[in-house]
């Protein structure tokens, strides 16, 4: 009985051990399977985009090409509505013709009819700028929230100061209007000021219908560069507010290769550098690059203690290199692998 007994805790202990050494196998295999060598380094294929936004808010009408489609520079991509730049451009022409007819009648001083027709030109260059008034605050708005760059702010300023001018400009002509009634006393000198203060409100409002014009402009966006229209981003009928991104362009003639390398990989590696790659996505075809860019990825990129006793860290470097001959059907995303030679 204590022989069957001892004989059942032997199997069992021998049935442990062979189970501990096959876990301890699987891991073992596992960890150099899994665990890619110090001396493989891999890197990303990237490219240059540009990103397509308007000026002027408004909403998508219609795109002329879909994604993966090449573009030359000067294809228009995308035409925006945009009802309320026409109706500033209508009413600063509006202004404009106004401020023209004035400018021809001033020195004949003004009737009736015309102190009411300066006044309607007041009133539509009032409406125009309380349109700017608005445009500019919700523009300011977003750029107080960080989400608007300070240029878009500056062009919608510009655009508000401007349709106050027009405003002051049309005001200016009503009032001349109701002072110049004409009498058969009214002194000369005071008809020449008249005349070039017109003058220089036609000079005004002809500024601001050309700066309606430019941003009319911009509801037709066009490529500014030879590309693959590689996203789009709002749905034809979505609003879209300034300088919010519609569409990526990649340029696939500007390509190049970022590495991650820990710095005591760094030996043989320096600007001008050829280095040595193949590319697993094209059946491991081989391409030879050129470093021209090197930096330290910061504190947040991962690093790795070079010393048991903590003597130093390695830190991580980002490089970027070229391909000295264009690689056909390298696309941004594919995987460029790097073999380092390791001194002993």
């Given at each position: 009985?204590?022989?069957?007994?001892?004989?059942?805790?032997?199997?069992?202990?021998?049935?442990?051990?062979?189970?501990l050494?096959?876990v301890?196998?699987?891991?073992?295999?596992?960890?150099?399977?899994?665990?890619?060598?110090?001396?493989?380094?891999?890197?990303q294929?990237?490219?240059t985009?540009?990103?397509?936004?308007?000026k002027?808010?408004?909403?998508?009408?219609?795109?002329?090409?879909?994604?993966?489609?090449?573009?030359?520079?000067?294809?228009?991509?995308?035409?925006?509505?945009?009802?309320?730049?026409?109706?500033?451009?209508?009413?600063?022409?509006?202004?404009?013709?106004?401020?023209?007819?004035?400018?021809?009648?001033?020195?004949?001083?003004?009737?009736?009819?015309?102190?009411?027709?300066?006044?309607?030109?007041?009133?539509?260059?009032?409406?125009?700028?309380?349109?700017?008034?608005?445009?500019?605050?919700?523009?300011?708005?977003?750029?107080?929230?960080?989400?608007?760059?300070?240029?878009?702010?500056?062009?919608?300023?510009?655009?508000?100061?401007?349709?106050?001018?027009?405003?002051?400009?049309?005001?200016?002509q009503?009032d001349?209007?109701?002072?110049?009634?004409?009498?058969?006393?009214?002194?000369?000198?005071?008809?020449?000021?008249?005349?070039?203060a017109?003058?220089?409100?036609?000079?005004?409002?002809a500024?601001?219908?050309?700066?309606?014009?430019?941003?009319?402009?911009?509801?037709?966006?066009?490529?500014?560069?030879?590309?693959?229209?590689?996203?789009?981003?709002?749905?034809?009928?979505?609003?879209?507010?300034?300088?919010?991104?519609?569409?990526?362009?990649?340029?696939?003639?500007?390509?190049?290769?970022?590495f991650?390398?820990?710095?005591?990989?760094?030996?043989?590696?320096?600007?001008?550098?050829?280095?040595?790659?193949?590319?697993?996505?094209?059946?491991?075809?081989?391409?030879?690059?050129?470093?021209?860019?090197?930096?330290?990825?910061?504190?947040?990129?991962?690093?790795?203690?070079?010393?048991?006793?903590?003597?130093?860290?390695?830190?991580t470097?980002?490089?970027?290199?070229?391909?000295?001959?264009?690689?056909?059907?390298?696309?941004?995303?594919?995987?460029?692998?790097?073999?380092?030679?390791?001194?002993?």
């Amino acid at each position: 009985m204590n022989e069957n007994k001892k004989y059942s805790i032997n199997n069992m202990l021998l049935a442990f051990i062979t189970f501990l050494g096959v876990v301890g196998l699987v891991a073992l295999t596992g960890f150099f399977l899994l665990t890619p060598p110090d001396d493989i380094i891999m890197g990303q294929a990237e490219a240059t985009q540009v990103r397509i936004s308007g000026k002027v808010p408004g909403r998508i009408e219609a795109y002329r090409f879909s994604e993966g489609d090449k573009v030359k520079v000067g294809d228009t991509l995308v035409f925006l509505d945009t009802p309320e730049v026409l109706a500033k451009l209508q009413q600063a022409e509006a202004v404009r013709r106004a401020a023209e007819a004035q400018n021809a009648k001033a020195i004949k001083g003004a009737r009736a009819q015309e102190i009411a027709g300066a006044y309607e030109m007041w009133q539509k260059a009032k409406a125009g700028l309380d349109i700017a008034q608005k445009s500019y605050t919700r523009v300011q708005n977003l750029f107080d929230k960080g989400v608007m760059s300070a240029q878009k702010r500056d062009e919608a300023e510009a655009s508000y100061k401007a349709m106050v001018a027009t405003e002051k400009a049309a005001k200016s002509q009503y009032d001349m209007a109701v002072d110049g009634a004409r009498v058969e006393d009214k002194a000369a000198q005071v008809q020449i000021r008249t005349a070039v203060a017109v003058r220089s409100a036609v000079i005004h409002v002809a500024g601001a219908v050309a700066e309606v014009e430019s941003y009319l402009k911009e509801a037709a966006l066009v490529s500014p560069i030879d590309g693959e229209v590689s996203e789009r981003f709002p749905e034809v009928g979505e609003l879209v507010g300034t300088g919010a991104p519609i569409m990526n362009i990649t340029d696939l003639n500007d390509m190049w290769v970022t590495f991650s390398i820990r710095e005591d990989h760094l030996k043989n590696i320096k600007i001008g550098t050829e280095l040595d790659a193949f590319i697993p996505a094209l059946d491991n075809r081989p391409v030879k690059l050129k470093v021209y860019y090197m930096k330290d990825m910061g504190t947040y990129a991962a690093w790795k203690a070079t010393k048991t006793n903590g003597q130093f860290d390695s830190k991580t470097f980002e490089v970027r290199a070229r391909p000295m001959e264009k690689v056909a059907d390298l696309r941004p995303g594919m995987s460029v692998i790097k073999k380092l030679t390791i001194d002993n």
